[in-house]
């Protein structure tokens, strides 16, 4: 684990981004397609982390994007080559595109100079998306993930920016999975591996620790 002078370094503002992962009223709301992954991510916490951290982003100057999964209501262009999407059709809530359910969750506040990258197509918030010309543009080099779930979209998530070059670091009680067991499991076996691993609060205090000032 690095110090909190170490993380405050990593996560310098200027050159962060927060990245809050299919944090929808359709897969973590009330009335989420997922129910169980809704209740793990509310009941652990993570939810509440997630609006923590997004909230602490734009106190700090920090820049956040928002990654939604959403679908045409025709399904042109979703993928239909794994169980899991053909599974996804059959659910009660979809996610269409401009439906309440691809509105990013409560108790998440948006701001206006929040960036939201929707995806139409396959597992990953960031290949095949804008999510990485943005980064690029905005000077990113450490990337918080954050959201759900740690079964399939976080650690593609982490692996892919991992593989672009970015640092990552991932706010361990801010993402939720299912069971509940698996998120503590894949974050210590695989995601640790590749990724700095802090809590929320310490996120939160590394972005407030002194910089120093550079003088002429």
Not at 172 to 192: E, F
């Given at each position: ?5 170490q ?28 129910p169980e992954?809704?209740?793990?991510a ?50 009660p ?124």
């Amino acid at each position: 684990m690095p110090t909190q002078e170490q993380l405050a370094e990593q996560l310098t503002p200027a050159s962060t981004v927060l990245l809050t992962i299919e944090c929808q009223q359709g897969v973590v709301g009330l009335d989420s397609a997922l129910p169980e992954l809704a209740k793990e991510a509310r009941s652990s916490g993570a939810l509440q982390n997630v609006a923590r951290l997004v909230e602490g982003a734009h106190e700090a100057g920090v820049q956040v994007l928002h990654a939604v999964a959403e679908r045409r209501p025709d399904g042109r262009g979703a993928n239909h080559n794994a169980r899991l999407f053909r599974a996804a059709e059959r659910l009660p809530v979809q996610q269409h595109s401009g439906s309440r359910a691809v509105r990013i969750a409560e108790p998440i506040v948006v701001a206006e100079e929040d960036l939201v990258v929707r995806r139409l197509h396959g597992l990953s918030p960031i290949a095949g998306t804008d999510v990485d010309p943005l980064l690029r543009n905005l000077g990113c080099r450490t990337l918080v993930v954050v959201g759900v779930s740690s079964n399939v979209a976080i650690p593609n998530a982490v692996f892919d920016a991992v593989n672009l070059g970015y640092t990552v670091v991932v706010a361990s009680d801010a993402i939720a999975g299912v069971p509940a067991d698996y998120t503590p499991a894949m974050i210590r076996n695989t995601l640790a591996l590749v990724a700095t691993v802090a809590a929320t609060d310490d996120v939160l205090a590394s972005w407030q620790w002194p910089r120093r000032v550079s003088r002429a």
